[in-house]
């Protein structure tokens, strides 16, 4: 379970601030702003920028019928408008008036699939045109239609009629002066990024003075700066937010070389390196690491984003400012998170999985984290975002990060972490025939005056991972008091069969040609039930792998994964 919620100075302080830029934010669009973002219309769109996003034709057919496959859910609109259903799921109708949909009428290709994008567009335009309020005026929702509306003008005009063309530019020109007033009150997250990036494209692909482009270019190198870490990952410390960040970024570099526009450095520099950071959260099997938000992978969707990656080179190893390791020998990866809690404002979608790692071998996953189900119920987030949904140790059943509670605060900040490790260092090994590194961390010492300190070490061509847990207070010595007990959790993919030999070792197999042994002397291993939320049909039951002992009479565990023949094991 989360630790308390922290209702210290700093927290009281945050919620100030949120709450005065939410007021400030209503106030840009309440009336008496609202005829700041009229202005000249311009008169055509100079670009439709690139759209990495795959598209599906058949989905377009669907919309055409009325039903509305968005967020995980399907609703039929039965004739009416989408934009008037009552009361739809929350991320369903954020999706929706985000129109990144329109990318499957562009695949369509036919007229009927661009008449009915065109009606779509002007449905949404004639029922939010009246005030700048709910779902489809947020920040972020603004920012991904301006992108959408942008990328697929091509389709949504095709055969207008002068009066929607001019309907259509109005609005879009309306959109983009409310984002740009309101971008630098948003918090300092992936959703600014991507306002910005907005802005950009905006001023590249409409008629805009040069002093626009250039002030879209000087925030956008600004807020990159900021968000994209030396080593390429993002401040969220999230897989899944490179991959949409790039899906973005990439487009907006094409978007700038085709008008002869030279991109910022900040943009190039960016690019080149959450690319790599992209390889080195992707496992044999061509999925992205479970952490801090991800869930279920689309293979396809990455391949899209690194065909752009001109170097296609192997992974990086370490990524010290990301806080991850990588250990990758044979046909064995393992990807580890070795890093602190993000900042507060990114932290919305962050793990208190804090020393947790993953394993596949043969393009297979064996040990994972439970992912997250972003289109399920809430309680379903809070419970993967825990400690004990990832494979690391847990101490009395609580998490090494605490999450905001209460309602207020969290409708104001969503779940965000307040708490969690402030010290934790990783030290790498890369000797000859092995990777590894030793890393620990401070996230149990308030609660419970224990540091966790974790070894992993990857040998015999990938084929033997050994690992170590060892728990000690501050001061380094042994733990000396009762009730801190220990949970080391292994997670195991869904898609592997496990059994238990007669000498309490557990057999992995994916029924190929290999399975992977699990051996523990200090503690006996005991397979219970689990939930992975990643899979793309939904939650599914898995099983995992838990060593229980107390630390104040086993300050160390040590286990090990054994490659076998099928034949052998």
Not at 124 to 137: D, P, Q
Request: glycine share 8%; with cysteine.
């Amino acid at each position: 379970m989360a630790k308390a919620a922290d209702h210290s100075p700093r927290l009281w302080a945050l919620l100030a601030r949120e709450a005065w830029a939410r007021a400030r934010r209503t106030l840009r669009s309440g009336p008496a702003y609202r005829w700041r973002y009229m202005g000249r219309t311009p008169e055509r769109v100079l670009i439709a920028p690139p759209d990495l996003r795959l598209p599906d034709a058949q989905i377009a057919i669907e919309i055409y019928h009325g039903r509305f496959a968005l967020a995980g859910r399907i609703i039929e609109t039965g004739g009416n408008s989408p934009f008037g259903m009552d009361h739809p799921p929350l991320p369903w109708r954020r999706s929706l008036n985000s129109f990144r949909w329109l990318r499957h009428m562009r695949e369509a290709g036919t007229e009927l699939a661009a008449a009915n994008a065109r009606a779509l567009v002007s449905d949404w335009i004639t029922t939010n045109s009246g005030r700048l309020a709910g779902v489809a005026w947020e920040p972020d929702v603004t920012a991904r239609r301006i992108i959408a509306w942008l990328q697929h003008s091509t389709v949504v005009l095709q055969g207008a009629e002068l009066p929607f063309y001019r309907s259509f530019l109005r609005s879009l020109s309306f959109q983009i002066r409310y984002l740009r007033s309101i971008a630098g009150e948003m918090p300092e997250n992936e959703e600014r990024l991507r306002a910005r990036i907005a802005i950009a494209f905006a001023a590249l692909s409409l008629p805009t003075a040069p002093t626009a482009l250039r002030t879209a270019t000087r925030n956008l190198a600004r807020e990159l700066d900021r968000q994209i870490l030396a080593d390429g990952g993002h401040i969220s410390r999230s897989p899944l937010a490179i991959l949409e960040l790039l899906a973005d970024l990439l487009p907006l570099r094409q978007t700038y070389a085709n008008q002869a526009e030279a991109p910022p450095q900040a943009l190039m520099g960016a690019i080149d390196r959450m690319l790599p950071a992209l390889r080195f959260f992707r496992h044999q099997d061509g999925n992205l690491a479970r952490f801090n938000g991800m869930g279920a992978t689309i293979p396809d969707r990455i391949v899209a984003i690194l065909r752009h990656d001109d170097a296609a080179g192997q992974p990086l190893l370490h990524a010290p400012h990301s806080g991850f390791e990588r250990l990758c020998l044979g046909e064995t990866t393992v990807i580890a998170d070795t890093g602190r809690a993000p900042p507060f404002d990114a932290s919305g979608a962050a793990h208190a999985g804090c020393l947790s790692f993953e394993m596949s071998s043969q393009r297979r996953l064996f040990v994972v984290n439970a992912g997250v189900d972003n289109r399920g119920p809430a309680d379903f987030l809070t419970v993967a975002r825990a400690t004990a949904a990832h494979s690391t140790a847990c101490i009395n059943d609580t998490s090494s990060c605490g999450f905001l509670t209460g309602t207020r605060p969290v409708e104001l900040l969503g779940r965000r972490i307040t708490s969690g490790p402030q010290i934790v260092e990783s030290r790498r090994i890369d000797e000859r025939g092995m990777q590894g590194f030793v890393a620990h961390h401070d996230g149990y010492v308030p609660a419970f005056g224990l540091v966790h300190e974790r070894m992993l070490i990857l040998a015999d061509e990938g084929a033997t991972l050994v690992g170590r847990d060892r728990f000690y207070t501050p001061d380094g010595d042994q733990p000396r008091y009762h009730g801190d007990h220990v949970a080391v959790r292994f997670h195991i993919h869904p898609g592997v069969e496990i059994l238990r030999d007669d000498h309490d070792r557990i057999a992995l197999s994916t029924g190929g040609s290999e399975a992977w042994i699990f051996s523990c002397a200090e503690a006996k291993p005991v397979i219970e039930e689990s939930i992975y939320f990643a899979g793309l049909s939904g939650p599914r039951r898995n099983m995992q792998i838990v060593l229980s002992f107390d630390a104040s009479e086993t300050d160390v565990v040590r286990w090990r994964f054994k490659r076998m023949a099928i034949g052998n094991a």
